[in-house]
T-cell receptor
Framework: GAVVSQHPSWVICKSGTSVKIECRSL??????MFWYRQFPKQSLMLMAT?????????EQGVEKDKFLINHASLTLSTLTVTSAHPEDSSFYIC???????????FGNGTRLTVT | RKEVEQDPGPFNVPEGATVAFNCTYS??????FFWYRQDCRKEPKLLMS???SGNEDGRFTAQLNRASQYISLLIRDSKLSDSATYLC??????????FGKGTTLSVSS
């Protein structure tokens, strides 16, 4: 069964609104979660690393004030896309693993469309 | 140079064919290697880890060449259900996984 649950799977919103995506680890406590973004026909690009109880680490070029990450518990991390624009339309996916070099467990992804 | 490079394909093969994908990585400090499978509009799923000695899982064989910094995936007796995008993934100590763009495979009857 799934070890990472991501919600919602699909969302359409108007430009300027904010969207919150939740990622839950079901079978183990995840001190670290990763947030990726994937544009059509592109690879998964790491946006940020979310650490429980501390600030997230953002990759170069990712605006931390636009993509707010909260990891308040060992089982839940959230990504909020603030003031979404059409160029933010993408497939957002979270993942976690039990060790830094272990295979990742992915959530089922969130397909965001901003109109 | 990109960190992980793959031939995007698509590879169009008939059922029963054998097909091989290659992937190169730029960082010699990379320590862990994986092949993931991603179906259209779905999350990636682990297909297999890649070990230095090479490893096999049914019709799938993965190999690693550290000297040349490339990884391969061989699929024998292709099935229609093998149609997907195959992602090459590498990892260095203490970092998140790095994904290639993927190689698309289409198996036809």
């Amino acid at each position: 069964g799934a070890v990472v649950s991501q919600h919602p799977s699909w969302v359409i919103c108007k430009s300027g609104t904010s969207v919150k995506i939740e990622c839950r680890s079901l079978d183990f406590q995840a001190t670290t979660m990763f947030w990726y973004r994937q544009f059509p026909k592109q690879s998964l690009m790491l946006m940020a690393t979310s650490n429980e109880g501390s600030k997230a680490t953002y990759e170069q070029g990712v605006e931390k004030d636009k993509f707010l990450i909260n990891h308040a518990s060992l089982t839940l991390s959230t990504l909020t896309v603030t003031s979404a624009h059409p160029e933010d339309s993408s497939f957002y996916i979270c993942s976690t693993g039990q060790a830094y070099n272990s295979p990742l467990h992915f959530g089922n992804g969130t397909r965001l469309t901003v109109t | 140079r990109k960190e992980v490079e793959q031939d995007p394909g698509p590879f169009n093969v008939p059922e029963g064919a054998t097909v091989a994908f290659n992937c190169t990585y730029s960082n010699s400090a990379s320590q862990s290697f994986f092949w993931y499978r991603q179906d259209c509009r779905k999350e990636p799923k682990l297909l297999m880890s890649v070990y230095s000695s090479g490893n096999e899982d049914g019709r799938f064989t993965a190999q690693l060449n550290r000297a040349s910094q490339y990884i391969s995936l061989l699929i024998r007796d292709s099935k229609l259900s093998d149609s997907a995008t195959y992602l090459c993934v590498v990892n260095q100590a203490g970092t998140a996984l790095i994904f290639g763009k993927g190689t698309t495979l289409s198996v036809s009857s």
